[in-house]
T-cell receptor, first 115, second 113 residues
Framework: KAGVTQTPRYLIKTRGQQVTLSCSPISGHRSVSWYQQTPGQGLQFLFEYFSETQRNKGNFPGRFSGRQFSNSRSEMNVSTLELGDSALYLC??????????????FGPGTRLTVT | GESVGLHLPTLSVQEGDNSIINCAYSNSASDYFIWYKQESGKGPQFIIDIRSNMDKRQGQRVTVLLNKTVKHLSLQIAATQPGDSAVYFCAESPQTGANNLFFGTGTRLTVIP
């Protein structure tokens, strides 16, 4: 079956702009999590959505937001981009919920460059 | 999933040798631990996991050891192959099944043919 897909794969934006990234989970997966990966901070958890509700949130400013649609597809948005937002943004999906099918499968990521 | 530019601990091993990658975790309340492998241009790939009520778990060519006393996790790879070259991350979660994972800094493994 198809893996986690993320679009676009590469993106270049200017400081102050906003950006929306998209993630399509594996078919049947209801949980989608987002992570930011940078050379300085490594992999950091942004937030998790399950059945269209944010279930967990990491320690990121309010400029970072997300949502999940009824088909489990998810988007994350970053407003007022800063140079430090340049990173690889990874999406991961997993089955229903805690206690079952919790293994997370990652997509290839979206490389965001802010200039 | 590029990791280029990360100042990571590195480990170089000869093909066929065993590899041991170590990880110190921070939260003594963490209940669930996972090892991921990340190759250049790809997202992290699940290798093996272990719950806090276990101290050892084996998979195909891999073994994870958990020492809760010193908050230490290790990944052993038997008969390391060139395809094992990648960055390896340990991750912890406060609850089994919770998807808010906290990742370690990673170790870059290079297999010398």
């Amino acid at each position: 079956k198809a893996g986690v897909t993320q679009t676009p794969r590469y993106l270049i934006k200017t400081r102050g702009q906003q950006v929306t990234l998209s993630c399509s989970p594996i078919s049947g997966h209801r949980s989608v999590s987002w992570y930011q990966q940078t050379p300085g901070q490594g992999l950091q958890f942004l937030f998790e959505y399950f059945s269209e509700t944010q279930r967990n949130k990491g320690n990121f400013p309010g400029r970072f937001s997300g949502r999940q649609f009824s088909n489990s597809r998810s988007e994350m948005n970053v407003s007022t981009l800063e140079l430090g937002d340049s990173a690889l943004y990874l999406c991961a999906s997993s089955l229903a919920g805690r206690g079952q099918g919790y293994e997370q499968y990652f997509g290839p990521g979206t490389r965001l460059t802010v200039t | 999933g590029e990791s280029v530019g990360l100042h990571l601990p590195t480990l170089s091993v000869q093909e066929g040798d065993n590899s041991i990658i170590n990880c110190a975790y921070s939260n003594s309340a963490s209940d669930y631990f996972i090892w991921y492998k990340q190759e250049s241009g790809k997202g992290p790939q699940f290798i093996i996991d272990i719950r806090s009520n276990m101290d050892k778990r084996q998979g195909q060519r891999v073994t994870v050891l958990l020492n809760k006393t010193v908050k230490h996790l290790s990944l052993q790879i038997a008969a390391t192959q060139p395809g094992d070259s990648a960055v390896y991350f340990c991750a912890e979660s406060p609850q089994t099944g919770a998807n808010n994972l906290f990742f370690g800094t990673g170790t870059r493994l290079t297999v010398i043919p």
